[in-house]
């Protein structure tokens, strides 16, 4: 079994979301200065995903990750926890593009790469939050798409696939070789042990260029940004509901809810 996992960096929005800022004019968002990258969290669930397939089936896991000036610690992560082998597509051009010119960046990086079974990429970028990125590669690619997948089971040539919906648990089977993003619900990227963090360190990396995989992506480029403003600054109130008591108090709550026709 030959797995391929999609990921990307990310800046760290939980260390600095309040230092956020939006420059209207060169149409493009701020980061307060020192925010560190990180993996995408939706990828660490594809990447844990991959890590259960190996543990219980066996299989050879192949990291892709695209963009400039990648953080070589951040993405060799990937190795500590248990990939085999960490591929970076990094160019001064491979930035700012849309999720159609990502996905063929990464199906050529796939093409090139030839042997795969399954490819896994996170539901939705964690800055972006597109999600359409993994839906690309398969078109690309010519090959079966699942997309928010909470549990994936393999069987043979074939993949089992439950997703969470409205009315309960959906089970969707395709042929391999397939795409899959992943859910949560697949769970959190399991943590590295300090000697496999070491180890990771010493792992070499493959990085091809524009060049290496034969393609120029900004003539492929779709979208172009036309406008990008913060969000609008909404006025909230706040109201301390009073009471001698617990029970008091929350019978002051129901009744200023059903004043307010809430419930």
Not at 84 to 109: P, V, W
Not at 232 to 258: D, N, S, V, W, Y
């Amino acid at each position: 079994m030959n797995i391929i996992v999609c990921i990307k960096q990310v800046p760290d929005l939980q260390s600095s979301a309040s230092g956020i800022r939006v420059d209207q004019e060169a149409l493009k968002v701020i980061m307060p200065q020192g925010t560190p990258p990180v993996m995408s969290p939706y990828d660490e669930n594809a990447l844990e995903a991959a890590l259960k397939i190996k543990d219980t089936h066996g299989a050879t896991i192949t990291v892709l990750s695209a963009g400039r000036n990648l953080a070589r610690p951040v993405l060799r992560k990937a190795l500590a926890t248990g990939a085999d082998e960490l591929i970076l597509l990094e160019d001064g051009a491979f930035e700012k593009l849309d999720s159609f010119a990502t996905a063929h960046l990464l199906a050529a990086a796939i093409r090139r790469i030839g042997v795969y079974d399954l490819i896994l990429c996170g539901r939705q970028a964690a800055d972006t939050d597109a999600g359409q990125v993994g839906a690309g590669i398969a078109h690309r690619l010519g090959i079966a798409y699942v997309s928010v997948a909470s549990k994936i089971v393999l069987d043979k040539q074939k993949v089992r696939v439950e997703r969470l919906a409205a009315e309960g648990i959906e089970i969707i089977e395709a042929p391999l070789p397939a795409v899959i993003t992943a859910s949560s619900e697949l769970g959190e990227l399991r943590y590295p042990k300090l000697k496999d963090l070491q180890a990771a360190q010493k792992k070499p990396i493959t990085v091809w260029n524009m060049n290496d995989l034969g393609i120029e992506v900004s003539h492929l480029q779709r979208l172009s940004m036309v406008k990008l403003s913060p969000p609008p600054i909404r006025k909230t109130t706040c109201m301390m509901i009073q009471g001698e008591t617990p029970e008091q108090a929350g019978a002051h709550l129901a009744l200023h809810l059903r004043e307010a026709r809430l419930v």
